[in-house]
């Protein structure tokens, strides 16, 4: 059958066609690179609130600003609960179709999310050499939980020491000196018996063993002058001497001594209680401090924890951590927002609006938190008290052997197991699951 149009036609009829897809697909690419533009690269982040206030509209406040100033990029502020709810969510989130590029979680979070392949070395994402000047420029301390294996995989942000609050008006009724909180041990208990003595209704201390025990726990070892882990994740110390001593310790602040409630004290009302005046002293994360200050009817004061063989705390709190299933454009992007989040500037407007640390020296140079301090000097004792901080407990298989050791805190606490019973048996349990990593 012959054609019934002539070759030639038919020939410019596939060049036109050809033309005009091409043409086509040169616009598509135009709209896209356009869109792409207009709307930027979005980032999803799960951020933790792990203890109260307004810390979401301080969040969305700063991820607003970082918008602002860049355009291009949209952040989703994921609020998934306290630090335990954010891994879960976070990692459950890279096994869906909508993973995280981004995340806050637990600086001790490190060894699990190494393991599980989930997240990348900063060391990996910057190259000038402002970018490494940049990831070294935070305090040392704070980033001993995000360093392992010669590379940085978290930088800090939500950062905190364990600090005491106490009630000034209390100690002024108890005749004790506002001024002079006690510096040891032997005067926790000495002003805790004089409190009790004088107030009806009102505890010398309280130290909150719900939520993170072994946290407050790692201050009473460390002031004990003694750490619970090695430096590589693979060890723990929980049977120590001086690890035992402290529980001991602990343990007889509310049933021996009778200046603390006996058995456990609850994390999420332990400021409450402060607020309300049932206790004259509370050891608690120092990312409670604004709120306190906006508060306390009452005058208070901040200290450094007291002393046994040395002062004492760990860091807390929680680390950025850039996920591995992220394309190079969000890393890139998530690497600007971290900047931001914890440029100079911004880190001083979180401490100042959260209590919780600036995390670089930088960020106290700052004329805003210069001055800050300067009226209300409690805002510097968690950072200034870095210079006795030692790393969060944080192992491999960390989830399980903080909730070995949490068990034996609370066992001894409530009294149904000895502290070195209770201490021996988490060694134990701790040593068959780490001897795999050693």
Same mark, same amino acid.
Do not use: C, H
């Given at each position: 059958m012959e054609h019934l149009v002539p070759n030639n036609l038919n020939r410019r009829s596939v060049m036109n066609v050809n033309k005009i897809y091409k043409n086509t697909l040169v616009l598509i690419s135009i709209f896209l690179g356009y869109f792409s533009y207009a709307f930027g690269i979005e980032l999803n982040m799960y951020y933790p609130v792990a203890v109260g206030g307004p810390l979401t509209k301080i969040v969305d406040g700063m991820v607003a600003?970082?918008?602002?100033?860049?355009?291009?990029?949209?952040?989703n502020a994921i609020y998934a609960g306290n630090y335990n709810d954010a891994r879960i969510k976070a990692l459950a989130a890279l096994k869906s179709g909508k993973p995280a590029q981004l995340s806050v979680m637990f600086s001790i979070d490190i060894y699990e999310l190494i393991e599980?392949?989930?997240?990348?070395?900063?060391?990996?994402?910057v190259n000038?050499?402002?970018?490494?000047? =940049?990831?070294?420029?935070?305090? #040392? $301390?704070?980033?001993?939980? +995000?360093? $392992?294996? +010669?590379?940085? =995989? +978290?930088?800090?942000?939500q950062r905190s020491t364990i600090v005491m609050y106490y009630n000034k008006d209390i100690f002024r009724k108890s005749g004790l000196n506002p001024d002079q909180p006690p510096q040891? =041990?032997?005067?926790?208990?000495?002003?805790?018996?004089?409190?009790v003595s004088k107030n009806s209704n009102t505890w010398g201390v309280m130290i909150p063993s719900t939520g993170y025990p072994y946290w407050m726990f790692g201050a009473l070892t460390m002031q004990n002058n003694q750490v619970l882990m090695n430096g590589d994740g693979n060890e723990t110390y929980f049977n120590h001497p001086s690890v035992v001593e402290a529980l001991q310790f602990w343990k007889d602040l509310g049933s021996k001594h009778n200046v603390m409630p006996s058995g456990t004290i609850e994390w999420g009302t332990l400021r409450k209680n402060f607020l309300e005046g049932k206790t004259a002293i509370m050891w608690h994360s120092t990312g409670n401090? $604004?709120?306190?200050?906006?508060?306390?009817?009452?005058?208070?004061?901040?200290?450094?924890?007291?002393?046994?063989?040395?002062?004492?705390?760990? $860091?807390?709190?929680?680390?950025?951590?850039?996920f591995k299933q992220s394309s190079d454009e969000e890393k890139k992007a998530s690497m600007r927002l971290i900047k931001f989040m914890t440029s100079p500037e911004q880190a001083a407007h979180w401490s100042m609006a959260t209590g919780y640390m600036g995390v670089s020296p930088s960020s106290y140079q700052t004329e805003a938190l210069r001055n800050y301090v300067k009226d209300f000097p409690p805002a510097v004792v968690a950072r200034d008290q870095l210079n006795y901080a030692t790393a969060e407990l944080s192992t491999?298989?960390?989830g399980r052997v903080r909730k070995l050791l949490d068990?034996?805190?609370?066992?001894?606490?409530?009294?149904?197991?000895? #502290?070195?019973?209770?201490?021996?048996k988490a060694q134990k349990s701790a040593e068959r699951l780490l001897r795999r990593y050693q």
């Open positions: 600003e970082f918008e602002k100033q860049n355009p291009d990029v949209k952040v599980q392949d989930a997240i990348v070395p900063f060391d990996d994402l000038t050499y402002e970018e490494k000047a =940049w990831l070294y420029s935070f305090y #040392p $301390t704070l980033m001993e939980n +995000g360093v $392992t294996d +010669g590379k940085v =995989w +978290g930088i800090p942000f040891n =041990w032997n005067e926790l208990v000495d002003y805790g018996k004089q409190i401090l $604004t709120t306190v200050k906006k508060n306390a009817k009452f005058d208070f004061g901040v200290a450094m924890l007291p002393e046994s063989k040395r002062r004492g705390t760990p $860091t807390g709190g929680g680390n950025f951590y850039i491999f298989q960390t068990d034996a805190i609370q066992s001894a606490l409530t009294g149904n197991e000895s #502290p070195k019973q209770a201490l021996e």
